[in-house]
């Protein structure tokens, strides 16, 4: 009997219910309650669960309280990968905090989350929407409203957070010469403080951004660099901070680089290092970072069918756990591609138009040259000209207006391909592309892009008997290389070498 009752809800609807005839101040009163007790007598709960005390809190309406256990909830679940809720609760803890009257503690605790905001938001969100950039652009006010004030923040760290959200949500939505100079701005802070952190952050954004404009031998030793200065000790806990470990994500674009300048089996070594210590780390990002490094370009060109289709599918399962839209559009774009090269051409084209739909509601359009250029090379395999045409004519259009020239050589080859394949071939207009895709690649130092554009150009002449010329064509291309002779194009390269007769 009242007031010892003890009450069983059946079925959420009643205590629902129940809940709602409460009156507003006896609520918050039994929320204030369970708070109490559950920091007086259930620590360990408390300590675990800091969402559930920040709920009571919330709606016992002990504001502030409330919002410095939000903020902790938000950084537990960034440390274990639940980005969505990561988002919230920060996002929450920062609503929270903003109807508190300012004070220095609590414009240093705004920094802090709103900085800490800015890691999950990325492949969660939209990640060169609106929401991303707002985190940066929030971040970046209330840290010069610090600087105003003369409050110097306690976290040295802070300002390159934000400099490098800015950078990450301008790499999305790709232009060379913004993402370049964000990324030397990053470098130059990085060397004049003299923290080894930030360095070798600054020297993996800054080979990124070069990479991406095509400056790739350039990217490379920034790369070197990166990995040099990275101590597993002193920075794997900077994944936390910058979105993944930094390590695992410069081995993912070395090995692109790697094997753009002509180092198949090297490419793949790092590939195979950056999946190990992904894994060793147990941080979902860098897993993310890994697994795509392995089935994008890396795997795929290399002829590893196999692995590069079990990646896609750990890719997609991990992406689907996490609700990473980012990363599960790569994953679908990487389907799509792999069935391209096994010859499913059909499956490949509703593949990577699905993909690409994916992939620009994340706010990415950096890589729209390549899988332009991959569902060109579909259409045309189907005989679809007309698409194929008007899909590569996207890819170099977007290379030209934001100049990611990374893939300028082998959007050049594909295009000379599409050339080839029309009603009437076009072979005058094919070996225009093919001579173009050459200069480009050679100009980059591109080797791995210049056997591919020497083997086209190679097959047109020995159709059209100019065999000699063929042969003196590829062959000297085919003897830079060092390594790598088992990988798919080197071996497609010394077949058609051993035809013409060298």
């Known amino acids: 009997m009242p007031p010892y009752a003890t009450y069983l809800f059946k079925h959420a609807l009643v205590q629902d219910a129940a809940y709602g005839t409460l009156l507003r101040e006896p609520r918050q009163k039994l929320h204030a309650r369970i708070a109490e007790t559950l920091e007086s007598q259930f620590?360990?709960?408390?300590?675990?669960?800091?969402?559930?005390?920040?709920?009571?809190?919330?709606?016992?309406?002990?504001?502030?309280?409330?919002?410095?256990?939000?903020?902790?909830?938000?950084?537990?679940?960034?440390?274990?990968?639940?980005?969505?809720?990561a988002v919230a609760q920060l996002t929450r803890a920062l609503d929270q905090m903003a109807t508190l009257p300012s004070t220095c503690a609590l414009r240093r605790e705004q920094i802090k989350l709103q900085v800490a905001l800015i890691t999950p938001t990325?492949?969660?969100?939209?990640?060169?929407?609106?929401?991303?950039?707002?985190?940066?652009?929030?971040?970046?006010?209330?840290?010069?409203?610090?600087?105003?004030?003369?409050?110097?923040?306690?976290?040295?760290?802070?300002?390159?957070?934000?400099?490098?959200?800015?950078w990450a949500a301008n790499a999305m939505v790709f232009n060379a010469d913004v993402c370049v100079d964000l990324a030397a701005q990053f470098l130059l802070l990085a060397k004049k403080q003299r923290v080894s952190g930030p360095l070798m952050l600054g020297h993996s954004?800054?080979?990124?951004?070069?990479?991406?404009?095509?400056?790739?031998?350039?990217?490379?030793?920034?790369?070197?660099?990166?990995?040099?200065?990275?101590?597993?000790?002193?920075?794997?806990?900077?994944?936390?901070?910058?979105?993944?470990?930094?390590?695992?994500?410069?081995?993912?674009?070395?090995?692109?680089?790697?094997?753009?300048?002509?180092?198949?089996?090297?490419?793949?070594?790092?590939?195979?290092?950056?999946?190990?210590?992904?894994?060793?780390?147990?941080?979902?990002?860098?897993?993310?970072?890994?697994?795509?490094?392995?089935?994008?370009?890396?795997d795929s060109y290399c002829g590893n069918y196999t692995a590069a289709n079990a990646r896609i599918d750990e890719c997609i399962a991990l992406s689907d756990e996490k609700n990473a839209?980012?990363?599960?559009a790569l994953g679908m774009l990487g389907r799509g591609w792999l069935l391209s090269l096994t010859d499913r051409a059909s499956d490949a084209v509703q593949v990577i138009t699905d993909g690409i739909t994916a992939w620009r509601s994340t706010g990415s359009t950096?890589?729209?040259?390549?899988?332009?250029?991959?569902?060109?090379?579909?259409?045309?395999?189907?005989?679809?000209?007309?698409?194929?045409?008007?899909?590569?004519?996207?890819a170099?259009?977007?290379?030209e207006t934001t100049k990611e020239r990374w893939f300028e050589a082998e959007a050049n080859r594909i295009a000379g391909e599409i050339a080839l394949k029309s009603p009437?071939?076009?072979?005058?207009?094919?070996?225009?592309?093919?001579?173009?895709?050459?200069?480009?690649?050679?100009?980059?130092?591109?080797?791995?892009?210049?056997?591919?554009g020497a083997m086209s150009l190679?097959?047109?002449?020995?159709?059209?008997?100019?065999?000699?010329?063929?042969?003196?064509?590829?062959?000297?291309?085919?003897?830079?290389?060092?390594?790598?002779?088992?990988?798919?194009?080197?071996?497609?390269?010394?077949?058609?070498?051993?035809?013409?007769?060298?």
């Open 396 to 399: 170099l259009s977007a290379i």
């Open 205 to 298: 954004y800054l080979g990124t951004s070069l990479f991406l404009a095509g400056d790739t031998a350039e990217a490379r030793a920034h790369y070197d660099q990166t990995v040099a200065l990275y101590d597993p000790v002193e920075h794997r806990s900077l994944a936390m901070r910058f979105g993944e470990d930094i390590k695992v994500a410069t081995l993912h674009w070395r090995s692109k680089a790697l094997w753009v300048l002509g180092y198949p089996e090297t490419a793949l070594t790092d590939i195979d290092q950056a999946l190990r210590d992904a894994r060793e780390f147990g941080y979902a990002a860098s897993l993310f970072w890994a697994l795509t490094g392995s089935f994008f370009i890396v």
């Open 325 to 328: 839209a980012y990363w599960k």
């Open 122 to 166: 990325h492949p969660c969100q939209r990640v060169g929407a609106p929401e991303t950039k707002a985190a940066v652009e929030q971040a970046r006010l209330l840290l010069e409203q610090a600087e105003a004030l003369e409050e110097i923040p306690e976290d040295p760290l802070l300002l390159f957070s934000v400099l490098y959200g800015a």
């Open 43 to 85: 620590t360990e709960i408390a300590e675990a669960q800091p969402e559930l005390l920040a709920r009571h809190c919330t709606e016992a309406g002990l504001i502030k309280q409330a919002a410095g256990l939000w903020g902790k909830a938000g950084q537990r679940s960034v440390e274990r990968s639940a980005l969505v809720e």
């Open 366 to 394: 950096f890589l729209m040259p390549c899988w332009l250029s991959f569902l060109a090379e579909a259409h045309a395999e189907l005989g679809e000209v007309d698409e194929a045409w008007r899909r590569i004519d996207e």
């Open 424 to 452: 009437v071939p076009e072979a005058a207009k094919g070996e225009g592309y093919f001579g173009r895709a050459l200069a480009v690649a050679r100009a980059q130092q591109a080797k791995s892009w210049e056997l591919r």
């Open 458 to 502: 190679a097959r047109l002449w020995r159709d059209q008997g100019k065999r000699d010329e063929a042969r003196n064509l590829l062959a000297p291309v085919y003897g830079w290389f060092t390594e790598g002779f088992d990988t798919l194009d080197l071996k497609e390269a010394k077949a058609l070498l051993e035809e013409l007769g060298a």
